[in-house]
């Protein structure tokens, strides 16, 4: 089946450093990835669309500024958390969809940041 | 503003019998409805989904429901295992619509031998 890979798993940083975290769909073209950060025991809230070739497209309230997403190729996009800080310390969640259609989506297993 | 809602935090159940977890949307113009299980610090895995056309979907011991009307869907274990034990969210889209979902906030299911 369809599989996504994150990396890496887990990273702790201090702040004021910079993140990236890479989402790769491994069997399959994704022209687009989805982020998600879950802060805990809370749902998964979509951050941004990422879109090969173009930009990213943000949801409200996300600054783009701070969280940097590059769409390198058809089978990663890289998250890249500026200038972390704690409060950004989360469960980051990359997703793509194997086909437009549908709407099944397939997750990676998300990156645990803790930013001291 | 949540648009999907799972309004049990929880759900604790006897090994064997039967899980309903359930979830409410408020947009009505989510088309495609899709229940993911999800272990603590990993990304959530699909289950089983539903397009607004169906009324009731079934893969071996799932089975989702859905009620347009009420904006309701439900999603039905049984027989409940104990690798069930996991936090389910409910998730909504409108195909066409870039293929974003839309999560509830989950239910954790814990299921007792």
């Known amino acids: 089946g369809a599989v996504v890979s994150q990396h890496p798993s887990r990273v702790i940083c201090k702040s004021g450093t910079s993140v990236k975290i890479e989402c790769r769909s491994l069997?399959?073209?994704?022209?687009?990835m989805f982020w998600y950060r879950q802060f805990p025991k809370k749902s998964l809230m979509l951050m941004a669309t990422s879109n090969e070739g173009s930009k990213a497209t943000y949801e409200q309230g996300v600054e783009k500024d701070k969280f940097l997403i590059n769409h390198a190729s058809l089978t990663l996009s890289t998250l890249t958390v500026t200038s972390a800080h704690p409060e950004d310390s989360s469960f980051y969640i990359c997703s793509a969809p194997p086909r437009l259609a549908g709407g099944v989506m397939y997750f990676g297993p998300g990156t645990r940041l803790l930013v001291l | 503003d949540q648009q999907v809602k799972q309004n049990s935090p929880s759900l604790s159940v006897q090994e064997g019998r039967i899980s309903i977890l359930n979830c409410d949307y408020t947009n009505s113009m989510f088309d495609y409805f899709l229940w993911y299980k999800k272990y603590p610090a990993e990304g959530p895995t699909f289950l089983i989904s539903i397009s607004s056309i169906k009324d009731k979907n079934e893969d071996g011991r799932f089975t989702v429901f859905l009620n347009k009307s009420a904006k309701h869907l439900s999603l039905h274990i049984v027989p409940s295992q104990p690798g069930d034990s996991a936090v389910y969210f409910c998730a909504a889209v409108t195909t066409g619509g870039g293929n974003k979902l839309t999560f509830g906030t989950g239910t954790q299911l814990k299921v007792e031998l």
């Open positions: 069997d399959f073209q994704a022209t687009t």
